[in-house]
């Protein structure tokens, strides 16, 4: 199949997952689970012929992608543009906190216009992501590329190639260490896999 196959690949596990919106907080590594899952990932690809391994900034993106990396004799290229939602106000709001906000329950109803406080909108942060995968398809027309990212970015990228609005992007579910295949070309995109768990 011609085209451009990326691996979307959501970082694995961290402390505060579940508990905290970490968002852009720097300072947060993988878990001892986050680590393993990283690993397994690495594994799972090994039979693959990968050309690039892209990843957000942060640290738990870098940690996931630094085992594929070394697997394949790469360095990890950081790409701001799959970087995590910037969340603004809410940034480091315990979970259990943000429920009880009209504002965080409007944005995860209307995910395409509800506002986040001090943040980016999910069509800017789709907008940016897009515009990253459409410059890795043209850098490596017929390559493949592991993307490692955040769950929502992951989301709105798949929500593109699917047609699935934004608001109906929580139908996706992409758990941490997830891996999602997609192949991109000049006249179409196929998805061959959402949510593979690690190792898979």
């Known amino acids: 199949m011609s085209g451009t196959a990326f691996h979307l690949i959501r970082h694995g596990d961290y402390p505060l997952l579940g508990r905290v919106l970490a968002g852009r907080m720097r300072g947060h590594s993988l ?17 693959r012929h990968l050309a690039a391994v892209v990843s957000g900034p942060l640290e ?6 630094a085992p594929l990396a070394q697997r394949f004799g790469l360095t990890v290229v950081t790409e701001p543009d799959f970087n995590e939602i910037d969340f603004g106000q809410w940034t480091g709001m315990e979970f ?4 009880a906000l009209p504002q965080w329950r409007a944005f995860n109803s209307f995910r395409s216009t509800a506002p986040i406080p ?6 800017q942060a789709q907008a ?23 769950g929502d970015v992951i989301k709105a990228v ?7 609005p934004l608001d109906l992007f929580a139908r996706i579910e992409i758990a941490p ?23 898979v």
């Open 60 to 65: 738990r993106a870098q940690e996931t992608a």
């Open 96 to 99: 259990e906190a943000l429920h």
């Open 128 to 150: 940016r992501a897009m515009a990253a995968v459409t410059r890795l398809r043209t850098r490596f027309p017929d390559g493949e590329v592991a993307v490692i990212s955040h």
């Open 177 to 199: 260490g997830s891996r999602s295949e997609i192949v991109v070309s000049d006249s179409d995109a196929r998805i061959l896999g959402v949510n593979l768990p690690p190792g």
């Open 31 to 47: 878990s001892a689970l986050g680590l393993e899952q990283a690993a397994r990932i690495a594994t799972a690809l090994a039979g």
């Open 118 to 123: 001090g943040g980016e909108t999910m069509l």
């Open 158 to 164: 798949l929500a593109h190639f699917l047609a699935v």
